[in-house]
Nanobody, 121 residues
Framework: QVQLVESGGGLVQPGGSLRLSCKAS????????MAWYRQIPGKQREFVAR???????NYTESVEGRFFISGDVFGATVDLQMNNLKAEETANYLC???????????????WGTGTHVAVSS
């Protein structure tokens, strides 16, 4: 059993910045990648950023140069620094860890319930 808990969301004005954090309630046996997604009610969940354990990171084009992902695979934590936020980026931001837990066979994606970001004046 594991829970991913996101924090750092809130209300911010357009052009402002927020730093989101995600931490797992326990360690993983292995982690392949850690990522952030966002979702607006009634719309498809959207990929935002991913950090790969053994390579680099990648971002959706709309946030490149503004958002920066960082994480610690051993501590099972991942942060997302968001700069120059836009109103259309208002959403629930969710953390994803692709990994395997001790005592479990194989690996899968584990999700948090999200932290809400509201970009509005």
């Amino acid at each position: 059993q594991v829970q991913l808990v996101e924090s750092g969301g809130g209300l911010v004005q357009p052009g402002g910045s927020l730093r989101l954090s995600c931490k797992a309630s326990r360690g993983f046996f292995s982690i392949m990648s850690m990522a952030w997604y966002r979702q607006i009610p009634g719309k498809q969940r959207e990929f935002v950023a991913r950090q790969h354990s053994l390579s680099g990171s990648n971002y959706t084009e709309s946030v490149e140069g503004r958002f920066f992902i960082s994480g610690d695979v051993f501590g099972a934590t991942v942060d997302l620094q968001m700069n120059n936020l836009k109103a259309e980026e208002t959403a629930n931001y969710l953390c994803d860890i692709d990994g395997g837990l001790e005592g479990s066979t194989g690996r899968t994606d584990y999700w948090g319930t999200g932290t809400h970001v509201a970009v509005s004046s």
